[in-house]
């Protein structure tokens, strides 16, 4: 089994034991992801629950649940905190999980860098 392999087994595995926010997921107008940020070659790997509205663990929840409405709810279409980055290849990978309005959220990206990351997602990513 591979690194990522184990670190994502692990990682839904505690996710099955945290308590859930009050609100279903599902119901219409509510988003529940897990949204994760990996190093190159999976050196590491952190992540947390994002719940749209209502409790979560995200520190810029509001900004982040916003920001997702405003896409959609479509990772790859959020408009970001548009900035330069050095051209530095060390690469990270997002990847968000889940449910937006009902519907099924699987979203990966690899960025060059952890700045052009945070230059294309804003804070939905900067956890």
Not at 10 to 33: F, S, V
Not at 58 to 80: I, M, V
Not at 101 to 106: D, K, L
Request: glycine share 10%.
């Amino acid at each position: 089994m591979s690194v990522r392999t184990a670190v994502v087994v692990a990682t839904a595995a505690a996710l099955t034991i945290l308590p859930l926010a009050p609100a279903a997921a599902d119901e219409p107008g509510q988003g529940r992801l897990f949204l994760t940020v990996s190093g190159a070659r999976d050196t590491w790997i952190r992540g947390l629950q994002l719940a749209c509205p209502g409790p979560g663990h995200h520190p810029h929840a509001r900004e982040a649940c916003a920001s997702l409405k405003r896409a959609h709810g479509d990772p790859g279409a959020l408009t970001g905190d548009r900035h330069l980055c050095t051209r530095e290849y060390d690469p990270v990978t997002a990847g968000a999980d889940g449910t937006w309005h009902g519907r099924a959220v699987h979203w990966r990206k690899t960025f060059p860098n952890a700045c052009a990351l945070e230059s294309a997602t804003g804070h939905v990513f900067r956890f």
